[in-house]
């Protein structure tokens, strides 16, 4: 359950952001997992609330984008959307695909009151 | 460059807001939620660079057989290079006093329950320890095959062991912590006469989701292979000395 502290960082940064914009609360955070990130959007949408309690951030809703990974195959040149860590291209079966997207973990967006 | 609006600050810093349907604001950011760790992990790069000092992490699930590893391999390297150990655990100093039994300073972490080191931890760790220049550092996470493989401590490398009483495919069931290791040690290959565990099978599984992945097969029980990973901690050291 490394999503709590996951979810820790995040209302950190939400609430540190919202301080610095001059705002009260923080009703919104938006959240981009990559697929590759190793968190899992529910165990996220679990602790996200809890961790909240007592912050600036009590109540906010946690809207989760998941960022589908994507790679590029390294010999057929084919676009592959990743749908695990298993890097075999599923056209032309060679190896490994080059991985370009999906292993962030970022804050995309707030929306806070004053 | 920032990337959203081309304004020249470094993109993951910095915000822009502007005013949202409803009452409030919407600030547009572009940071990465462990940002804070990663800074951490920055100044633990740069306390081991300005000593000349390695260190590498350690993660399996609980009971892979790191502690063993260590006090069965540390003898071998004591008279190379000064050593340190930063032991993390749930609860308990049992691990550290194993390692103090090989006479290797170091300094335990419990995490009342957290299932990971992160580089805050680790950094105060570092002090505790006041390494010597040039030493080479284990850290050996919490067990937990999962949640350590996130957190950047600022290592020089990350090993992930396995046991072949845990079963060929966890490569495949648990890939992150394979993902982000330079080698796998397939540990307790003593035990392999006992066991349904297919060397083979269990590589093929790793290497599929990390290509680059060493692999070192060894046994703490017989010394078995130890000597593979001797040598490979020993290429690590020099690599990122010279
Ligand atoms: N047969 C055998 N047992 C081992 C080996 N390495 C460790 N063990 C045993 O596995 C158990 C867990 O080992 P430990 O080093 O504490 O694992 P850790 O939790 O990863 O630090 C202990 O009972 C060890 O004696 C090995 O190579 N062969
Ligand atoms: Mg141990
Ligand atoms: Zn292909």
């Known amino acids: 359950m490394h999503e709590l502290s996951i979810a820790q960082s995040l209302v950190e940064i939400a609430c540190d952001q919202a301080e610095q914009a001059g705002a009260k609360r923080v009703t919104r955070v938006s959240v981009l997992v990559g697929l590759l990130s190793g968190v899992v ?45 298993v890097l075999i291209c599923p056209s032309c079966g060679a190896f490994p695909i080059e991985v370009r997207s999906g292993r962030d973990l970022k804050v995309t967006a707030l929306e806070v009151e004053e | 460059m920032c990337d959203t609006c081309g304004c020249g600050m470094p993109s993951h810093e910095h915000a822009h807001e502007y005013e949202s349907d409803h009452d409030g604001h919407v600030i547009e950011l572009e940071m990465n939620v462990l940002a804070k760790n990663d800074v951490y992990a920055a100044a633990n790069r740069e306390h081991l660079a300005s000593r000349g000092a390695v260190a590498i992490n350690m993660i399996s699930s609980p009971g892979a057989g790191k502690t063993t590893l260590l006090q069965q391999s540390l003898n071998q390297l004591k008279d190379w290079r000064p050593l340190a150990v930063v032991e993390g655990d749930l609860q308990t ?40 220049t040039g030493s080479l550092v284990f850290i050996e996470n919490v067990g937990n095959l999962v949640c350590p493989a996130g957190f950047d401590l600022g290592e020089n490398a990350t090993v992930v062991l396995l046991s072949v009483t845990e079963g060929d495919d966890k490569p495949a069931k648990y890939p992150v912590a394979f993902v982000n290791a ?13 066991v349904d565990f297919s ?25 078995d292979g130890m000597d593979g990973w001797v040598a490979w901690v020993k290429r690590l050291a020099n690599q990122v000395a010279s």
């Open chain 2, 182 to 194: 330079q080698v796998m040690v397939i540990t307790k290959t003593d035990l392999l006469p006992y």
């Open chain 2, 199 to 223: 060397m083979d099978r269990c590589k093929e599984f790793a290497r599929a989701v990390n290509p680059d992945l060493e692999i070192i097969e060894c046994s703490s029980r017989t010394g």
């Open chain 2, 93 to 132: 100093d049992n691990d550290a006093r194993r390692i103090q039994g090989v006479g290797v300073p170091v300094h335990q972490i419990n995490t009342n329950n957290g299932c990971h080191l992160d580089a805050h931890m680790v950094g105060h760790a570092y002090e505790h320890l006041s390494l010597a």
């Open chain 1, 41 to 85: 959007p529910d165990s996220l949408s679990f602790c996200f609330p809890i961790v909240c309690q007592g912050t600036a951030a009590e109540g906010a809703e946690l809207a989760i984008q998941v960022d589908p990974a994507k790679g590029t195959c390294p010999k057929c040149g084919v676009s592959v959307e990743l749908n695990d860590f």
